[in-house]
């Protein structure tokens, strides 16, 4: 009783609790940065649309190629799974609050993705810090937060991050194609292995070859599916907007109950799927040795854009296709928003894309785990970490790894808890710095 009670406190804190302390930090970057993510949105397009030549420095990445795998690890399967999921809990209304609070977090994304560029731009060239564990070192306690940060980033990055992929990986193939899972743990074993002894330099070309794959498969098919039922566009749009502010067709406890289930879930989504306030696009950055961080920062904010307006648009499938209230959930209610469209074809669609999402989360996150592994290790065992995260890889094609999620929600919890805090204590600071750059370039 006792420890159901304990998790039952954690289940709550970890939702309301934390969700409104994140929003409530978005909010504080929005104002601290004069609304950079409204007014500086268009130059940031034009810097990833139109980028500089630059060239990979210690890190194995430049700026662009951080954009893209940060990209990589917020278009997961959390895009399409928990949409579908969002949409159950809270209604069509769901979506339109995931655009909302996309647009806040947008602001953090561009404080931790500046913070950690401007931090290690100054970092002595042997440190094997980045990211937030690099910055957190200049916050009260800093010393014990970045080892705390790291050790949970490792955590994270070896269950969220790999081994759950490949368990939607290998559960994807195996639906759609009848593979037994131990040949494709064999096969993810020796992928692994092939991208991790190539060091960074091939865990960012592979990154660099999913991303974009992936990306015209999604917005290809979904643009085609809102076409086919382009007729109940309007209507749908004008449906999530009622369920998000004005439910009418709901009165007393049952409207206040419906709008509360629409925005905690339209936040849930949003903070998870984008990863903003995690302190993983900032480990991606990090390590590019950039000297614009105010560029990085602009270029790691458009990443939550984009993610973000995926999550509202497997939203607006699953609402224009009908089937938002047929009582499906999960992958199951997004593959039944597909077959609408594309008979059934969409199952095959929507097991692609899930598995083409979790490939480029798997490889993104080889680079953040490996961050974190160094800041953790000091840099050594380099080998132990590969033979770690392969079999990480390997165990999550055979196992569910759902059987931890608790205590995995716990270290999601404690990432996003320590990082914003130290985004918050270090905001007079990176606010003054980012007046200073933006001076320099005016």
């Given at each position: 009783?006792?420890?159901?009670?304990?998790?039952?406190?954690?289940?709550?804190?970890?939702?309301?609790?934390?969700?409104?302390?994140?929003?409530?930090?978005?909010?504080?970057?929005?104002?601290?940065?004069?609304?950079?993510?409204?007014?500086?949105?268009?130059?940031?397009?034009?810097?990833?649309?139109?980028?500089?030549?630059?060239s990979a420095k210690a890190g194995g990445m430049t700026p662009f190629q951080a954009f893209v795998n940060t990209l990589s690890t917020n278009l997961g399967n959390g895009s399409i799974v928990g949409a579908a999921t969002a949409v159950v809990a809270g209604g069509p209304g769901a979506g339109i609050w995931v655009l909302i609070v996309g647009c806040l977090m947008m602001a953090v994304r561009f404080?931790?993705?500046?913070?950690?560029?401007?931090?290690?731009?100054?970092?002595?060239?042997?440190?094997?810090?980045?990211?937030?564990?690099?910055?957190?070192?200049?916050?009260?306690?800093?010393?014990?937060?970045?080892?705390?940060?790291?050790?949970?980033?490792?955590?994270?990055?070896?269950?969220?991050?790999?081994?759950?992929?490949?368990?939607?990986?290998?559960?994807?193939?195996?639906?759609?194609?009848?593979?037994?899972?131990?040949?494709?743990?064999?096969?993810?074993?020796?992928?692994?292995?092939?991208?991790?002894?190539?060091?960074?330099?091939?865990?960012?070309?592979?990154?660099?070859?999913?991303?974009?794959?992936?990306?015209?498969?999604?917005?290809?098919?979904?643009?085609?599916?809102?076409?086919?039922?382009?007729?109940?566009?309007?209507?749908?749009?004008?449906?999530?907007?009622?369920?998000?502010?004005?439910?009418?067709?709901?009165?007393?406890?049952?409207?206040?109950?419906?709008?509360?289930?629409?925005?905690?879930?339209?936040?849930?989504?949003?903070?998870?799927?984008?990863?903003?306030?995690?302190?993983?696009?900032?480990?991606?950055?990090?390590?590019?040795?950039?000297?614009?961080?105010?560029?990085?920062?602009?270029?790691?904010?458009?990443?939550?854009?984009?993610?973000?307006?995926?999550?509202?648009?497997?939203?607006?499938?699953?609402?224009?296709?009908?089937?938002?209230?047929?009582?499906?959930?999960?992958?199951?209610?997004?593959?039944?928003?597909?077959?609408?469209?594309?008979?059934?074809?969409?199952?095959?669609?929507?097991?692609?894309?899930?598995?083409?999402?979790?490939?480029?989360?798997?490889?993104?996150?080889?680079?953040?785990?490996?961050?974190?592994?160094?800041?953790?290790?000091?840099?050594?065992?380099?080998?132990?970490?590969?033979?770690?995260?392969?079999?990480?890889?390997?165990?999550?094609?055979?196992?569910?790894?759902?059987?931890?999620?608790?205590?995995?929600?716990?270290?999601?919890?404690?990432?996003?808890?320590?990082?914003?805090?130290?985004?918050?204590?270090?905001?007079?600071?990176?606010?003054?710095?980012?007046?200073?750059?933006?001076?320099?370039?005016?």
């Amino acid at each position: 009783m006792d420890t159901f009670l304990i998790w039952s406190w954690i289940d709550w804190l970890l939702g309301g609790p934390l969700i409104i302390y994140a929003v409530g930090i978005s909010i504080i970057c929005t104002v601290a940065f004069r609304f950079v993510q409204f007014r500086a949105f268009f130059k940031a397009w034009r810097d990833i649309l139109a980028p500089k030549s630059e060239s990979a420095k210690a890190g194995g990445m430049t700026p662009f190629q951080a954009f893209v795998n940060t990209l990589s690890t917020n278009l997961g399967n959390g895009s399409i799974v928990g949409a579908a999921t969002a949409v159950v809990a809270g209604g069509p209304g769901a979506g339109i609050w995931v655009l909302i609070v996309g647009c806040l977090m947008m602001a953090v994304r561009f404080a931790e993705v500046y913070a950690s560029t401007w931090f290690g731009a100054r970092a002595p060239k042997d440190t094997v810090l980045g990211g937030p564990m690099l910055y957190l070192t200049q916050v009260p306690g800093g010393s014990v937060l970045s080892m705390l940060y790291g050790i949970c980033c490792l955590v994270f990055g070896l269950t969220v991050g790999n081994a759950m992929q490949t368990h939607s990986i290998s559960y994807g193939i195996t639906t759609t194609w009848g593979v037994n899972p131990y040949i494709i743990a064999a096969g993810i074993t020796l992928f692994m292995a092939y991208i991790l002894l190539g060091g960074a330099k091939r865990i960012v070309a592979v990154s660099d070859a999913i991303v974009p794959v992936k990306v015209v498969v999604f917005f290809g098919s979904s643009l085609i599916l809102i076409g086919y039922h382009s007729g109940a566009l309007c209507a749908s749009l004008q449906l999530m907007v009622q369920s998000a502010f004005q439910p009418q067709a709901f009165i007393g406890g049952v409207l206040g109950f419906t709008v509360m289930q629409a925005v905690q879930a339209g936040m849930n989504l949003s903070v998870t799927a984008t990863e903003s306030g995690l302190g993983t696009a900032a480990i991606l950055f990090g390590y590019t040795g950039s000297t614009d961080p105010l560029k990085s920062g602009l270029m790691g904010m458009i990443s939550t854009f984009v993610s973000s307006l995926v999550c509202f648009l497997v939203s607006l499938c699953i609402v224009i296709s009908g089937v938002w209230d047929s009582g499906l959930a999960s992958s199951a209610l997004t593959i039944s928003a597909f077959t609408t469209a594309f008979g059934q074809w969409g199952g095959f669609i929507v097991s692609f894309l899930s598995i083409s999402f979790g490939s480029g989360v798997l490889v993104a996150y080889a680079y953040i785990t490996r961050a974190a592994w160094f800041s953790v290790t000091g840099g050594r065992f380099e080998y132990a970490f590969m033979v770690v995260y392969t079999l990480a890889a390997c165990l999550g094609a055979i196992v569910d790894p759902s059987l931890v999620w608790k205590a995995v929600a716990l270290i999601n919890g404690l990432l996003l808890t320590i990082n914003l805090t130290g985004l918050l204590l270090l905001m007079p600071r990176l606010s003054r710095y980012v007046r200073e750059s933006e001076s320099k370039k005016a």
